[in-house]
């Protein structure tokens, strides 16, 4: 069952923060804060630093794609 609490729309793209890669041995180690940071991200307008963070997740772990 898919944890909706750890998810963010971007662009019409559902990614869900991997929980296999996040240790949660630290608070910045963990889902929320990883949700927040990209959060904040959409709050202030910051979309170039979104969807480099995004990229970067897809590609070094982190965030999956949620297929439809």
Do not use: H
């Amino acid at each position: 069952m898919e944890d909706k609490k750890y998810t963010i729309t971007y662009r019409k793209q559902k990614y869900e923060l991997d929980p296999e890669y996040w240790e949660e041995t630290c608070i910045n180690d963990s889902k929320a804060f990883q949700l927040r940071q990209l959060t904040y991200c959409v709050e202030v307008g910051d979309f170039i630093t979104l969807e480099n963070r995004i990229n970067n997740m897809l590609k070094w772990g982190g965030i999956k794609k949620v297929e439809k």
